[in-house]
């Protein structure tokens, strides 16, 4: 069974800071997907940068990046030039990439302040 | 951009009574999710659904718990004697494609359910 390990359950930074959020995975596939989502106190569920395990190159959608180390099932989010708007709760995710398991399996979430 | 669409945002309920959580997905989509969170803890998985069935389900899943597309653009998930227990936020998700290209869910704002 797959599992998702994210070891900071709450994190707090001054806006304009970088911050890095740590995610672990154990799974035995070698194709699969890893995503974060940003969950903001709207509760709604948000897609932030989705990695495809089979492309070494890290995903970047603007001021997010990843650092995905396939080896070590490691998968940590970077947020660049952090933003108030950036405060909300990071869920990271795995799922697996084959015919007939397609839900996502998430980890417990790391709360992230973005201070002023 | 196209939004998956859950009503009611919050709905209360007495124990024992049924209730119907309603999700209208993304029109193109074809494959739909149901997870719940309860407060403070981690997304689950609940049920998949293609094709008019149940692809997948978890052990959440019980006889309590059924789904249905009735109508081609609502997917509803309709809780049979609700329970303390069950008091969580229910997220409906969509997808267009599962695989390759795959760009993760769309979630829905969801639903909070409390159960009393």
């Known amino acids: 069974a797959q599992t998702v390990t994210q070891s900071q359950p709450e994190m707090s930074v001054q806006e304009a800071e970088t911050v890095t959020l740590s995610c672990t995975y154990d799974?035995?596939?070698?194709?699969?997907?890893l995503f974060w989502y940003k969950q903001p106190p709207s509760r709604q569920m948000i897609l932030v940068i989705r990695q495809e395990a089979y492309k070494q190159q890290n995903a970047t959608e603007n001021r997010f990046s990843v650092n995905f180390q396939k080896a070590a099932k490691s998968f940590s989010l970077k947020i660049s030039d952090s933003q108030l708007g950036d405060t909300a709760m990071y869920f990271c995710a795995f799922m697996k990439h084959g015919n007939r398991d397609d839900k996502i399996i998430f980890g417990k979430g790391t709360r992230l302040h973005i201070l002023p | 951009e196209p939004e998956v669409t859950q009503t009611p945002s919050h709905q209360v309920t007495q124990m024992g009574q049924e209730v119907i959580l309603r999700c209208v997905p993304i029109?193109?989509?074809?494959?739909f999710y149901w997870y719940r969170q309860i407060l403070g803890q981690k997304v689950e998985f609940l049920v998949s659904f293609y094709n008019n069935e149940i692809s997948e389900k978890s052990e959440i899943f019980d006889d309590q718990f059924s789904v249905e597309r009735p109508d081609g653009s609502n997917f509803t998930l309709k809780i049979r004697s609700t329970k303390l227990e069950d008091s969580a936020m229910y997220f409906c998700?969509?997808?267009?494609?599962?695989?390759?290209?795959?760009?993760?869910?769309?979630f829905g704002s969801g639903t909070r359910l409390t159960v009393v």
């Open positions: 799974t035995s596939e070698n194709n699969y997907y």
């Open positions: 029109s193109n989509h074809l494959y």
């Open positions: 998700a969509s997808s267009e494609v599962r695989f390759a290209g795959f760009n993760g869910y769309t």
